[in-house]
Nanobody, 117 residues
Framework: QVQLVESGGGLVQAGDSLRLSCAAS????????MGWFRQAPGKERELVAS????????YYADSVKDRFTISRDNAKKTVYLQMNSLKPEDTAVYYC??????????WGQGTQVTVSS
């Protein structure tokens, strides 16, 4: 059974940094594109960042560009999201997800990130 398990969330102050991790199991990890999504209360889930199977291409939402960095370690079956200069508007539940084609079909349970002002 495929599992994606996020960790690294927490409560921080504006300007601080956090690094989220997402460990995959029962998945041919290196064959999957990986993404980080977030959902704030009352808002739709949004794609924050994504990375191709070999890490060669990344995507970032405009709201996090130049502050967040997505990376992956295929040997460890783990994808990371380094978040710097955090803002209160970054507060959300962060989810990692995996896709082979156009649809993200595997999701983690989420990790809460709260940024206080």
């Amino acid at each position: 059974q495929v599992q994606l398990v996020e960790s690294g969330g927490g409560l921080v102050q504006a300007g601080d940094s956090l690094r989220l991790s997402c460990a995959a199991s029962a998945l041919t990890f290196s064959a999957y594109y990986m993404g980080w999504f977030r959902q704030a209360p009352g808002k739709e889930r949004e794609l924050v960042a994504s990375i191709t199977w070999n890490g060669g291409t990344t995507y970032y939402a405009d709201s996090v560009k130049d502050r967040f960095t997505i990376s992956r370690d295929n040997a460890k079956k783990t994808v990371y999201l380094q978040m710097n200069s955090l803002k209160p508007e970054d507060t959300a539940v962060y989810y990692c997800a995996a896709r082979r084609a156009t649809i993200y079909n595997y999701w983690g349970q989420g990790t809460q990130v709260t940024v206080s002002s």
